[in-house]
T-cell receptor, first 113, second 112 residues
Framework: EPEVTQTPSHQVTQMGQEVILRCVPI?????FYWYRQILGQKVEFLVS????????KSEIFDDQFSVERPDGSNFTLKIRSTKLEDSAMYFC???????????FGSGTRLTVV | GQNIDQPTEMTATEGAIVQINCTYQ??????LFWYQQHAGEAPTFLSY????GLEEKGRFSSFLSRSKGYSYLLLKELQMKDSASYLC?????????????FGAGTRLFVKA
């Protein structure tokens, strides 16, 4: 069964450092998303990406965040200057259609120290 | 804004049936989704309701009433492996939005 792949599975970084989280969505999917889940809390929307541009973003997704699809397969989330409160599990997801359910990657656990 | 309410926790017995309810205060969305999330893992898609009524998928069924702002997930013949969080989610908006909004989830404990 096709899957969404995320790397790394764990990342520990110092406050103020830049991190890049990587995702390979399912190859024939057109819609890509980043969500995060702080431990014990709900899954929160960060950003959606379609047709090579951001289609929607949340208030969380401020100037410290950016997304890129540098080639036909990778989809990255960059956090420019990490803060302690950025510590969370970050999930990438993709879907074939805007209305369909998502396939989530297994997540990257980001710990900012 | 969008508000999605689900019970925080439920406990049920192996082999039984359990219904997890979800109410929401939002309108103009395309569909209502249910996801399963085991501890420490990613959510996995279970079901999707666009129209009012019941959608059945094996041991899992989901119901939607848009006029009542209400959905439920029904799990039959419960197994120990069904112990997980069940997330109710709505979206995307039918005015051109892309995001799906998740509820906080209901943690289901299945006991022997």
């Amino acid at each position: 069964e096709p899957e969404v792949t995320q790397t790394p599975s764990h990342q520990v970084t110092q406050m103020g450092q830049e991190v890049i989280l990587r995702c390979v969505p399912i190859s024939n999917h057109l819609y890509f998303y980043w969500y995060r889940q702080i431990l014990g809390q709900k899954v929160e929307f960060l950003v959606s990406f379609y047709n090579n541009e951001i289609s929607e973003k949340s208030e969380i997704f401020d100037d410290q965040f950016s997304v890129e699809r540098p080639d036909g397969s990778n989809f990255t989330l960059k956090i420019r200057s990490t803060k302690l409160e950025d510590s969370a599990m970050y999930f990438c997801a993709s879907s074939a259609s805007r209305q369909y359910g998502y396939t989530f990657g297994s997540g990257t656990r980001l710990t900012v120290v | 804004g969008q508000n999605i309410d689900q019970p925080t926790e439920m406990t049920a017995t192996e082999g039984a049936i359990v219904q997890i309810n979800c109410t929401y205060q939002t309108s103009g969305f395309n569909g209502l989704f249910w996801y399963q999330q085991h501890a420490g893992e990613a959510p996995t898609f279970l079901s999707y309701n666009v129209l009012d009524g019941l959608e059945e998928k094996g041991r899992f069924s989901s119901f939607l009433s848009r006029s009542k702002g209400y959905s439920y997930l029904l799990l039959k013949e419960l197994q120990m492996k069904d112990s997980a969080s069940y997330l109710c989610a709505v979206g995307p908006s039918n005015t051109g939005g892309f995001k799906t909004i998740f509820g906080a989830g209901t943690r289901l404990f299945v006991k022997a």
